[in-house]
């Protein structure tokens, strides 16, 4: 059990992690706004985040962040799969994982539509990646647990890979349910469907629940359904599609330290 002191003497000590994404968003042109900012006026209003009583946390590129590029091992696994599943070269393979990942969500989607492709060896194999870029995150550690209310994860990948995952940063015991692509019938995010199901398994209070996660057209079925939201914004520019919606309501560039200064709000 980490102390109350403890975990404020560990602060927002994240440099390296806001360095690393200051200098990843020079490389695009999102700078628009400030690092915690109000978004433009929501046609909903989200909730007070003082009230909220639910957190929904994506994984991959949010909970760690993007810099890891751990999403590059996965990606390439996929490649290697579909090449050797479709009898394709690797640059066909490529170009077919990236069409289906823009038009089905998911790259796996696309494959389960159009190929019939049985998801688990898919989902195991492009999992089986090398965790080490991923480092023990002791202030996130802290952050979520000065953070009060219920945490739960909601990724397009599998429970497996959310345990591993939370097991190398050190916050597993923080979560109280993983909700994954098998919980959601393999429909990913942004399937409005998905999101509903979600609240509904996990008794989930909408207007009292804020999302957090990388990708901002997975925050629009959120906000629609009263969520407020959190935009963790990196330098891929296909996480920031859609940006400048209504549906984003609140920016960072770094979220243990936006995590932070929430809970002392307090
Ligand atoms: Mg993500």
């Given at each position: 059990m980490i102390s109350y002191f403890t975990r404020n003497m560990i602060g927002p000590a994240t440099p390296e992690r806001g360095l690393q994404h200051r200098l990843a968003d020079s490389t695009n042109d999102i700078m628009a706004r400030p690092t915690t900012s109000p978004a433009p006026a929501a046609s909903?209003?989200?909730?007070?985040?003082?009230?909220?009583?639910?957190?929904?946390?994506?994984?991959?590129?949010?909970l760690y962040p993007a810099s890891s590029n751990l999403f590059a091992q996965i990606d390439e696994r996929m490649r290697s799969y579909i090449a050797d599943f479709l009898g394709l070269e690797l640059d066909?393979?490529?170009?077919?994982?990236?069409r289906y990942f823009r038009q089905y969500g998911t790259t796996l989607r696309g494959l389960m539509n159009r190929h019939g492709m049985d998801p688990r060896p898919f989902l195991d194999h492009v999992h089986a990646v090398d965790l080490s870029p991923v480092p023990p995150d002791p202030a996130l550690e802290a952050a979520l647990a000065r953070l009060r209310g219920r945490k739960l994860i909601f990724t397009n990948a599998t429970a497996d890979h959310a345990e591993?995952?939370?097991?190398?940063?050190?916050?597993?015991?923080h979560f109280e349910a993983i909700f994954d692509i098998v919980a959601a019938g393999y429909l990913p995010k942004p399937e409005p469907k998905v999101y509903r199901t979600l609240v509904k398994r996990h008794r989930l209070d909408p207007p009292k629940t804020v999302m957090i996660e990388d990708i901002s057209r997975n925050l629009e079925p959120a906000a629609a359904l009263g969520m407020t939201t959190v935009w963790v914004r990196s330098a891929n520019p296909w996480a920031a599609e859609g940006a400048e919606g209504d549906h984003i309501h609140h920016v960072t560039d770094?979220?243990?330290?936006?995590?932070?200064?929430?809970?002392?709000?307090?």
């Open positions: 909903r209003r989200p909730g007070s985040l003082k009230n909220a009583e639910a957190w929904v946390f994506d994984l991959d590129n949010t066909e393979a490529e170009r077919l994982q990236k591993n995952i939370m097991a190398r940063l050190g916050v597993g015991h770094d979220m243990v330290a936006w995590l932070e200064e929430t809970s002392r709000q307090d």
